[in-house]
């Protein structure tokens, strides 16, 4: 596709149950990142792959949370343990290189997944 | 430290009003980019535009204009002539050398009413 995808759209689980959250970027954008937005409020950085490797994980809450990334495409975001706290839409977002370096350009962001935990 | 501040949270008008969207920001570093996004009821983000600090030439396109001032570390946002579809949350980020991290403020909603 031409876009982000996110999968899937909504999730509903209970407490405790571990989710897996998947990223499809742009083809070609070497840069990935992972939000965070809950209800009515901005978005919280979660964690940035250059490639397939994580440079910064600092937005991580919790070790409940940890995401890899393969072949410099698909990232997966795996909650363990889910929380109430956690409910929130999951935002990827993807950038291509540039001059100045990836971090610079716009990112492309997804449709987000919902997660709802009971 | 990174910090970008939308200190309205929501602001309605009526249709054709112009309207502005404060942005303010903090930053140590002296390259930074500032963004704005525009995320609609439907809750995908949708880029608007780009700005590096090193460049303070204000940009119009079509209804919209972004007015960028280093000495008030400001980066504000006008619609002219608004319209119902402008109707959404608007977010204000920061991203500079310092860190990879876009930063984002905690948007403002704006409501368009006919």
């Known amino acids: 596709g031409a876009g982000v995808s996110q999968s899937p759209s909504n999730k509903v689980t209970e407490k405790g149950k571990d989710v897996e959250l998947r990223c499809d970027p742009i083809?070609?954008?070497?840069?990935l990142y992972w939000y965070r937005q809950r209800l009515g409020q901005g978005l919280e950085f979660l964690i940035y792959?250059?490639?397939?490797?994580?440079?910064?994980k600092s937005g991580l809450p919790s070790d409940r949370f940890s995401a890899e990334r393969t072949g410099e495409s698909v990232s997966t975001l795996t909650i363990q343990r889910t929380q109430q706290e956690d409910s929130a839409v999951y935002l990827c977002?993807?950038?291509?290189?540039?001059?100045?370096?990836?971090?610079?350009?716009?990112?492309?962001f997804g449709p987000g997944t919902r997660l709802t935990v009971l | 430290a990174q910090k970008v501040t939308q200190a309205q949270t929501e602001i309605s008008v009526v249709e054709k009003e112009d309207v502005t969207l404060d942005c303010v920001y903090e930053?140590?570093?002296?390259?930074?980019?500032l963004f704005w996004y525009k995320q609609p009821p439907s809750g995908e983000l949708v880029f608007l535009i780009r700005?590096?600090?090193?460049?303070?030439q204000n940009e119009i396109s079509g209804r919209y204009s972004w007015n960028f001032q280093k000495s008030t570390s400001s980066f504000n946002f006008t619609i002219t002539a608004s319209q119902v579809v402008d109707s959404a949350v608007y977010f204000c980020?920061?991203?500079?050398?310092?860190?990879?991290?876009?930063?984002f403020g905690t948007g403002t909603r704006l409501q368009v009413f006919p």
């Open positions: 930053t140590r570093d002296t390259t930074y980019y």
């Open positions: 980020a920061l991203i500079s050398s310092y860190t990879d991290k876009l930063i």
């Open positions: 792959f250059q490639g397939n490797s994580a440079p910064d």
């Open positions: 977002a993807s950038s291509s290189p540039g001059a100045f370096g990836v971090t610079y350009n716009e990112q492309f």
């Open positions: 700005r590096n600090s090193f460049d303070e």
């Open positions: 083809s070609g954008h070497t840069a």
